[in-house]
């Protein structure tokens, strides 16, 4: 009962600016543990190499598989709301206008749901546009290679990780409440 009496209210506005702050501060922290992972894993020939200051395709790809819970986390009216604001806030983060950003994030999504083809899973299309941004495929054993798709084990533990990268709408409704 005191639960929901002491819950913060919060603003589209301020929920847009934790949302993108809590997301970049993931994927500043978090990419270089997820690169680490990647060129030591043993599924590949070949090390991958991956920078762990070239977090750009990894915090895109965070980016829209979370814009893509929104819709399961809010009614319509509201997820479109915020998603607004979050794309013009990420647009003018990014030195991009709007358009042009809405572009890019509509690539990225038609990307992840082509790789994700037929699943629905998003935290699967998360990892396999991981593996295709980073072009995976190409230090993997020959079989994998010459088919273009990621080994299943290095893919499963791949799919572990990016759970880490899934904004937790409970643990944010559980302290807060929207105006």
């Not at 301020?14 to 501060?25: D, M, T």
């Not at 009216?77 to 994030?105: C, H, N, P, T, Y």
């Amino acid at each position: 009962m005191f639960g929901t009496i002491l819950k913060k209210k919060v603003s589209d506005e301020k929920l847009a600016n934790v949302f993108i702050n809590g997301l970049f501060s993931t994927v500043d922290n978090g990419f270089p543990v997820v690169a680490e992972m990647l060129n030591e894993d043993n599924a590949f020939v070949v090390s991958p190499n991956i920078d762990s200051k070239n977090s750009y395709e990894f915090g895109m790809i965070v980016v829209v598989g979370n814009l893509s819970f929104l819709e399961s986390a809010f009614d319509a009216e509201q997820a479109e709301r915020v998603e607004g604001l979050i794309f013009e806030k990420l647009a003018k983060v990014l030195e991009m206008d709007l358009q042009s950003f809405k572009s890019v994030v509509k690539d990225y999504k038609q990307l992840m749901t082509r790789l994700n083809h037929p699943s629905k899973n998003m935290v699967y299309a998360m990892s396999k546009a991981v593996f295709d941004k980073y072009t995976l495929y190409n230090f993997q054993d020959e079989y994998f290679k010459r088919m273009q798709a990621p080994n299943p084990l290095l893919l499963k533990r791949l799919d572990e990780v990016m759970e880490n990268f899934v904004w937790d709408w409970d643990a944010f409704f559980k302290r807060y409440k929207l105006d």
